[in-house]
Structure formats: C-alpha cells, structure tokens
C-alpha cells in the first residue's frame, strides 16, 4: 500500500502527478495537481489509489475544463449541452471539416471554464432560445458573456440569412444596414431602386450611393 506523506509526489490513474500538501485526517487530504496547479481536498484511499481528478485539465476538445465549484454535469445538463457544443464548433475538427466557416471562431478563456459558462448561463438563460454570438455584435467570431445572449430560432434564422449594406447620404454619412426595407421605410426611399444602386443599374437614388458589404 501506498503511504502518502506531505511533500510527497504521487500520480494520479489519468491526470498525472499531484503533490500532497498537508494531512488532517483520513477524510482530509490537502493536495495540488503539478500540471495545472489545481489544488483539492481528498479522502487519503482515494490519494493512495490515484484515484483523484484535475478539475482545471482541459478535457473537451482540448481547451474546455470543468473547473472548481459547486456545478456538475449531472445536475447542470442544460447548460453542459450548449457549452459542449460551444466548444465542438470552435475547436472539434470533426466538425469544422463540414463547417469551416467556424474555423475563424472561438470561445473567450473565460468560458473554457464550465464554472463560468454556468454562471452565466444561469442568469441569462429562456427556455426555448437559442445560444447565439453574433447578434448583439455583427460579425462577432468569438463565444463570450459580452456577445452572446439566446434568441428564437426565426430571430437566429433571420440573422443568419440577412445580408448587410454600406448606404451613404447625400451628405455622406455612412450607415451600416441589415435590413433595407425598413431603413428605407423610414428614410422614405424606394427599396427596388435602393437595389438597383447595389446591382449597379443605377448609379443613386434619391442621392443615396449603396453597396453589399457582406452575405
């Protein structure tokens, strides 16, 4: 049997070596994983047997971690599925072989911990929405409490499809528009000719210049 000792290094089944810190009873074991500097209190059999986790190595695709506090997968479900698949679609090559538009995408250092996502996750969450990043910021490529937030299907499908507008006044100003119809309802511009501007079949309307910026 192995006799553990404070100071003394040992190795875990899976998550590699861990030193033991201090010793106050069979119950309470003090230790800290090498690698990550995750510290614990473990019952001594389960030192002795290496059978203890790093809850700070990166097991989900290589950056996602479980982190330490009081939320499991068990009884956090909900919010696991969609940071797990936050994840898959940042960092699963499996998946950006048939979804390489995610490539340029990722998930901020914050939520690599499962603790944070659900946190955040837990204020913020409706059910039926969706988690969405590039809603609130157009264009956003990465994951994060500042970007995301949850939307309807229609409102995620709607975004998804939208396509975007440099329009310049008369005066020259410069409005980014993700819907035409309506900025022209309001500026009381015709929208079949604000796309001929875009095409290219008129040169202005109304002395309105536009152009697609994005798809």
Not at 10 to 39: H, P
Not at 108 to 119: I, K, L, P, V
Request: hydrophobic share 35%.
């Amino acid at each position: 049997m192995v006799s553990l000792y404070v100071g003394g290094v040992f190795n875990s089944s899976r998550d590699g070596s861990f030193i033991v810190q201090a010793i106050k009873s069979a119950k309470e074991v003090y230790i800290m994983f090498l690698k990550t500097g995750c510290k614990r209190v473990v019952e001594a059999s389960n030192a002795r047997k290496g059978n203890v986790k790093d809850y700070l190595l990166p097991r989900v695709f290589g950056v996602g971690f479980m982190g330490l506090g009081r939320y499991t997968k068990k009884e956090n479900k909900k919010a696991y599925q969609l940071w797990h698949g936050m994840l898959m679609r940042c960092y699963y090559e499996g998946y950006l072989v048939n979804k390489p538009t995610y490539r340029e995408c990722s998930v901020c250092e914050e939520w690599h911990n499962f603790q944070n996502f659900t946190d955040w996750f837990n204020e913020n969450y409706v059910e039926g929405k969706h988690l969405d990043k590039d809603i609130k910021i157009k264009g956003n490529k990465t994951y994060s409490p500042e970007a995301c937030s949850f939307v309807t299907l229609t409102e995620n499908n709607i975004d998804s499809h939208a396509k975007a507008y440099l329009l310049t006044s008369p005066c020259r100003n410069e409005f980014e528009v993700y819907n035409l119809n309506e900025f022209c309802r309001v500026n009381n511009l015709t929208p079949s000719n604000m796309h001929k501007v875009i095409s290219g079949e008129r040169a202005h309307h109304k002395g309105w210049s536009a152009k697609k910026i994005t798809n």
